[in-house]
């Protein structure tokens, strides 16, 4: 890895912390040769502590160390984006993040979506929210639904009209979606079974 510590008068070059997981980023510091050379030595992120004026490894007081997962440079071999395993809360005031940002997978528009359905089951009525009806009608009902979308979207897969497959997928992802948090749980916790598989 060539990296440009020159290009900046104190000789540092600023390091992006990325959870490996999630993909949060959780905080900024600033590395010198020793500092990155002490990371790749023991796996745990060391930066330099401009307050301090010594190498710091995160976590040396609190525990909670960043697990080195990966090192890129960009572009410019002027800057670092490191993918770690966070032991603990990043930010010194016990934040994930030092954006004070919850450190959670988000898968976009899904995400949204998952959010969508929470707000709906919790805070609308059967009478306003056809998300809120179906939790009324309880998991029986959700997972009969499910059940009718999975069958309606095998029927539109060997047919030939693209749109009502894509139509029917959707109706599925959603009412499954539906189905998860009547069970108590997101998206997340399926992949996390995805990730396990692939290990």
Known sequence: MK????????????AIIQDNGTKTVLM????N???LDKTLETKKVT???????????KGEESGNFLEL???QNDCDEDTLLIKVKPLGPTCHTGAATCWQEANESNFGFLSQLENVIQDRKNNSTKENSYVASLFEKGINK???KVGEEAVEVVIEAKDND?????????????HYLILLQAKGFKLDNVVEVLKERTR
């Open 69 to 71: 997962f990966s090192i």
């Open 47 to 57: 930066f330099f502590s401009r307050s301090k004026n010594r190498l710091w490894t």
């Open 162 to 174: 693209d749109s009502l497959f894509l139509n029917e997928s959707a109706d599925l992802l959603f």
């Open 142 to 144: 959700i997972a009969q």
């Open 3 to 14: 990296l440009d510590f020159t290009k900046y008068t104190n000789g540092l070059i600023p």
């Open 28 to 31: 900024l510091g600033y590395m």
């Open 33 to 35: 040769q020793e500092a």
